[in-house]
């Protein structure tokens, strides 16, 4: 990947290639030494840690050659390159993954691997792999759920990656909170307020959790005796409400 970092990530999913479009404002001293994961305070994320000098370059490289390039490498990958890994192997779309009753639905900007996967295709050792991801998490950059025999990780700026909004600020929320956030306000007409601390417990629910929290809005509601008993969005979620027994 040469010295120069990667600060903003675009597909072009076009019908004949799928391409990765690299914008490089800032440049870095020595991208296998710099450690990825430093935020950068004004974008609420960052790459690489910059070493002070500033430009704008554009490159276009097909996505089969970035994917091949990485997924046949015999030695460690960077922690730059490893980042590019995990965008390569996300989803672009909902998919509907397994069979029968393992079936899970993966989401766009997610992925369904296990640890060992992951160190695989880092060619890393899984406790290094491990402390990353869990940086990662730390972070705010990616969001990681155990399951019984994979791991749910989702990039949260994803489609800040990927083109379809200019700057992570321009959709600060994911796709699955804003659903719920409309839904929960359009059906309780409360004032929405509070949608940051929501947001943060929403975060703390697990994938069921969120199903659940959003499908049961509507018995919530209507199972209270008083309309005027209805709690806050970040009430409900803090409380996990959403799990009472309703008569409804």
């Given at each position: 990947?040469?010295?120069?970092?990667v600060h903003k990530l675009k597909f072009n999913f076009s019908i004949t290639l799928k391409y990765i479009e690299i914008q490089s404002k800032q440049l870095f001293t020595n991208?296998?030494?710099?450690?990825?994961?430093?935020?950068?305070?004004?974008?609420?994320?960052?790459?690489?840690?910059?070493?002070?000098?500033?430009?704008?370059?554009?490159?276009?490289?097909?996505?089969?050659?970035?994917?091949?390039?990485?997924?046949?490498?015999?030695?460690?990958?960077?922690?730059?390159?490893?980042?590019?890994?995990?965008?390569?192997?996300?989803?672009?779309?909902?998919?509907?993954?397994?069979?029968?009753?393992?079936?899970?639905?993966?989401?766009?900007?997610?992925?369904?691997?296990?640890?060992?996967?992951?160190?695989?295709?880092?060619?890393?050792?899984?406790?290094?792999?491990?402390?990353?991801?869990?940086?990662?998490?730390?972070?705010?950059?990616?969001?990681?759920?155990?399951?019984?025999?994979?791991?749910?990780?989702?990039?949260?700026?994803?489609?800040?990656?990927?083109?379809?909004?200019?700057?992570?600020?321009?959709?600060?929320?994911?796709?699955?909170f804003e659903i719920f956030w409309k839904a929960y306000h359009e059906t309780t007409q409360i004032q929405a307020t509070d949608k940051d601390p929501s947001y943060r417990c929403?975060?703390?629910?697990?994938?069921?959790?969120?199903?659940?929290?959003?499908?049961?809005?509507?018995?919530?509601?209507?199972?209270?005796?008083?309309?005027?008993?209805?709690?806050?969005?970040?009430?409900?979620?803090?409380?996990?409400?959403?799990?009472?027994?309703?008569?409804?």
């Amino acid at each position: 990947m040469g010295t120069r970092g990667v600060h903003k990530l675009k597909f072009n999913f076009s019908i004949t290639l799928k391409y990765i479009e690299i914008q490089s404002k800032q440049l870095f001293t020595n991208c296998s030494q710099t450690i990825f994961m430093k935020q950068n305070k004004t974008l609420n994320l960052a790459l690489m840690i910059p070493s002070g000098e500033y430009s704008t370059r554009y490159i276009k490289l097909p996505y089969p050659l970035l994917t091949d390039s990485l997924d046949n490498q015999k030695v460690e990958l960077t922690y730059l390159e490893a980042f590019l890994q995990i965008l390569m192997h996300v989803l672009h779309m909902d998919t509907t993954i397994g069979q029968g009753e393992n079936q899970l639905l993966c989401r766009r900007g997610e992925s369904y691997h296990s640890l060992k996967t992951w160190s695989e295709l880092f060619h890393w050792s899984r406790s290094k792999t491990r402390h990353y991801l869990v940086k990662l998490k730390n972070d705010g950059l990616i969001e990681l759920e155990n399951k019984v025999t994979t791991t749910r990780l989702r990039v949260v700026h994803y489609d800040y990656y990927v083109g379809k909004v200019t700057s992570p600020d321009a959709r600060p929320y994911p796709e699955d909170f804003e659903i719920f956030w409309k839904a929960y306000h359009e059906t309780t007409q409360i004032q929405a307020t509070d949608k940051d601390p929501s947001y943060r417990c929403w975060r703390k629910l697990s994938f069921e959790e969120r199903t659940k929290a959003v499908e049961r809005i509507s018995r919530y509601y209507y199972s209270l005796s008083k309309t005027t008993y209805c709690v806050k969005a970040l009430t409900y979620l803090k409380n996990k409400k959403f799990n009472d027994q309703f008569l409804y």
